[in-house]
């Protein structure tokens, strides 16, 4: 299985590479890509320069260009895959299907992934766009048992990637509007997710309290640290329950079903984060390269667990009873 | 400058697939009352959030569409948003197979199962810009309800680019958020999707989510989240007409939903401002804040007042 990891600067890329990845993902500095935060992403420049230095140890560059394109400024995402096709990218990862019908029909030779924005759960769907647009391979999104990862993944006619480790999306990537609903920022359009640009902090007494946009979306007492307000990972209130009734804040360690995922012929595995610093990005590609290896350990794991946001896991959709 | 005399393009309205789980009996008096009493061109019906709700509504479908014909209203099926187990698949590939009834596809599964024949497209699927829906126009798209994340600019610019096929937009309703594989709503009453007693159907309009400091957010329905407040995009029919949208999507909400649609209807016509019209939605559906941000590229839950 190949191991995909994820870049958010030029540096990071290199460590990415260095650490042990198979394949390194990576976006320019615009909206057309989902994770479009401030001081994050390449130049045209920079991913050349990262093309260069993946090609020479043998590692692919795979460039996310995965938001939805906005209507009437559809040449910046066209343009976005014109430069990662010109620049020697070795697959480009795409969620609309407009986007994607301009791939296939400009680059036909070249490597179309399915977004996990593009939230292609079942075989049908996924199937559908190998046929039409020649996708040779799907990242699965967050919302399937590892046994039906397994059927997917003997049903499609395509290669399958999964997420194995990183922050979580609780609700179905590519098809939630929470964001915009709360800051006009979306996923699907801007990229950006509960964007910082509208997160402010609060103090009553000793307690922290977060808000986006005009709503709260958590409060910490004294003793407890305060997390960023991402909104479906807030505290609310429903019926009888107050607390977090959407998810806890943690992040996705699916490490576990490393075995399951490979016997289901699943053929590659991602890391989640590009927007996270350059210690990450080195420690997990490194810890998971080394369990892929089978000489990873508890010590490694443990490890890994601490770079976790929150430091607290689960295994999401992997497992059942997560439902 | 001469006054010329305008004459509106005729909109149509259609009712939405009711999202929520409502008692079956419930659900069928609703229906008949649309057919009998609404002044609506179409109705969407059937399970689009759960597939474990499916079996409460299936006895009574067939009487359902029958008055809902008769009562003048042409009737599409809708599919499943999320489609993940092999009978979601199943009950996915039925609806191309049949030809009795047109289908609404939300979610590209269904797309797919339609083999090229004429179909509408449902607001859950992500149609953002023209080329997406020329490439849904290909395999037989000839209506699209555009998603409710979309900006005017946008609708204008899908339109202008992509013609030939029927816009809607989803003009009333809470707005469906987003979709889990794990049930928010089940889990808040103590149980799991799997074991979930249907719980959902405890609130036929949805379980209001209230921030820590008391503020009306968000609303559950099984497993998609909803908007707290209710869409009205009311005072914007007349741009939204001119900007090329054919069709009004009426989303059902427990409230007086002939009201509703006799309201959008006036104002549509032109016998009704829009100022009056948002005025008598508060009439027809007293619980309800509601919202048009998104139209304008704003917060989705803030209302702003057409001009």
Request: glycine content about 10%; hydrophobic content about 40%; charged content about 25%.
């Amino acid at each position: 299985m190949e191991l995909i990891c994820p870049a958010g600067t030029l540096t990071s890329f290199r460590d990415a590479v260095d650490a042990g990845a198979d394949a390194v993902y990576c976006g320019f500095r615009n909206e057309t890509n989902a994770r479009n935060f401030p001081g994050l992403n390449l130049s045209r420049d920079e991913l050349a320069e990262a093309v260069d230095y993946a090609g020479a140890r043998g590692v692919k560059t795979l460039v996310a260009i995965n938001t939805f394109m906005r209507a009437g400024d559809e040449a910046l995402w066209t343009k976005a895959v014109d430069d990662a096709v010109a620049l020697g990218a070795d697959a480009i990862i795409i969620a609309d299907l407009g986007l994607l019908a301009y791939a296939a029909e400009r680059y036909p030779d070249h490597r179309r992934h399915l977004s996990v924005q593009a939230a292609a759960a079942n075989v049908d769907h996924i199937n559908f766009l190998v046929d039409a647009f020649g996708v040779k391979r799907v990242v699965l999104p967050r919302v399937l048992t590892v046994a039906e990862i397994a059927s997917v993944t003997r049903q499609v006619r395509c290669e399958t990637e999964v997420f194995v480790f990183g922050g979580l999306c609780v609700m179905e990537e590519g098809r939630c509007s929470l964001s915009s609903y709360a800051t006009g920022k979306s996923p699907n359009m801007q990229g950006v997710c509960s964007p910082a640009s509208h997160v402010s902090y609060g103090r009553n007494g000793g307690e922290m309290i977060s808000y986006l946009g005009e709503f709260t979306v958590n409060r910490f007492p004294e003793d407890e640290p305060a997390g960023y307000p991402t909104l479906c990972k807030g505290r609310f209130v429903a019926g009888d329950e107050k607390g977090y009734l959407f998810e806890d804040p943690v992040s996705l360690d699916v490490l576990s079903h490393i075995p399951a995922l490979e016997q289901a012929g699943v053929s590659a595995l991602k890391i989640e984060g590009r927007q996270r610093g350059r210690a990450y990005i080195s420690q997990v590609v490194g810890q998971i390269r080394k369990a892929l290896n089978k000489s990873g350990s508890g010590p490694e794991m443990e490890a890994l667990r601490r770079l976790s946001e929150g430091q607290r896991t689960t295994a999401g959709s992997f497992e059942k009873r997560w439902r | 400058m001469a006054l010329e005399v305008s004459t509106t393009p005729s909109v149509r309205l259609t009712i939405g697939p009711l999202l929520y789980l409502w008692e079956p009996d419930k659900w069928r008096d609703f229906y008949f009352r649309i057919a009998d009493e609404a002044d609506v061109d179409g109705v969407t019906l059937g399970e689009v959030v759960c597939s474990k709700r499916q079996h409460f509504h299936q006895p009574l479908l067939g009487e359902v569409i029958e008055r809902l014909t008769a009562g003048g209203k042409k009737v599409r099926l809708a599919s499943l948003a999320l489609v993940t187990l092999e009978r979601e698949l199943r009950s996915t590939r039925l609806l191309g197979e049949q030809d009795e009834f047109e289908v609404e596809v939300n979610e590209i599964a269904a797309h797919a199962a339609m083999r090229g024949k004429p179909h509408a497209v449902g607001p859950l699927v992500n149609v953002y810009n023209g080329p997406t829906a020329r490439v849904l126009a290909a395999g037989g798209a000839t209506s699209i309800c555009l998603p409710p994340e979309l900006p005017l600019a946008s609708l204008r610019a899908i339109v202008r680019d992509a013609p030939g096929i029927e816009y809607e937009v989803f003009a009333f309703g809470r707005v469906p958020l987003a979709i889990s594989a794990r049930c928010a709503h089940a889990r808040v009453k103590g149980a799991t999707k799997d074991n979930c007693r249907f719980v959902c159907g405890e609130d036929p309009d949805g379980l209001p989510v209230e921030t820590l400091d008391d503020q009306p957010f968000l609303a559950l329905n099984g497993v998609q989240t909803m908007s707290h407040s209710c869409q009205a995009l009311i005072g914007e029919v007349p741009e939204l007409i001119e900007a090329g949208i054919t069709s009004l999507r009426l989303s059902p909400q427990r409230c007086d939903m002939v009201a509703v649609a006799q309201i959008f209807r006036a104002v549509a016509g032109g016998e009704m401002d829009t100022r009056a019209g948002l005025q008598r939605l508060g009439t027809a559906y007293p619980d309800a804040k509601y919202s048009n941000g998104f139209l304008y590229g704003v917060p989705g839950h803030q209302l702003t007042l057409a001009r």
